[in-house]
């Protein structure tokens, strides 16, 4: 396979000038793995999917980035990182709303921290501090709720009783 082709490659040319292209061919494999063309044609809900090839693909175009930044493939790399990156916070975001909506608000609570941990700056965030606050408030940890609220207002505004109110129920 060409994932194969391109992970022999690197391990027996590790200086090679072209590694690169190894890397970002590598990433590309398992980007093209992620979501296929009838999934966007039928709209299927991509953030139920378990996200390992969208992971495998992430690592590899960081690769490309941050050891070859002036390559020809760093900017499209960087490009797929950010759509793989949103992809994978959806995915976090949907497993939290899956604990929350059991009732299973320690968990809720701790899959929407690890998305805003891992995946700074992606549109579900705003989502998971949503979960976050819900699921302390139900907990009846009051600090906590505060500070997540805090941060709410901070990045999102001062409506958080709106937030509050689009929790998952």
Known sequence: ?????????????????RVDYAYYIEGLVD???????IEHLFRADLTQRPPSTARKAFAAFRKVVEQYPKSEYAHDSLQRMVYLRNRLASYEVHVARYYFKRG???????????AIEQYDGAPAVREALEIMIESYDRLNLQPLAAEARQVYELNYGADVRRATARAPR
């Open 104 to 114: 299973a608000y320690v968990a809720a609570a701790q899959r929407a921290k690890g």
């Open 31 to 37: 980007f093209e793995r992620t979501p296929n063309l």
């Open 1 to 17: 396979s060409a994932t194969d082709a391109a992970e022999t490659f690197i391990r027996e040319n590790p200086t090679h000038p």
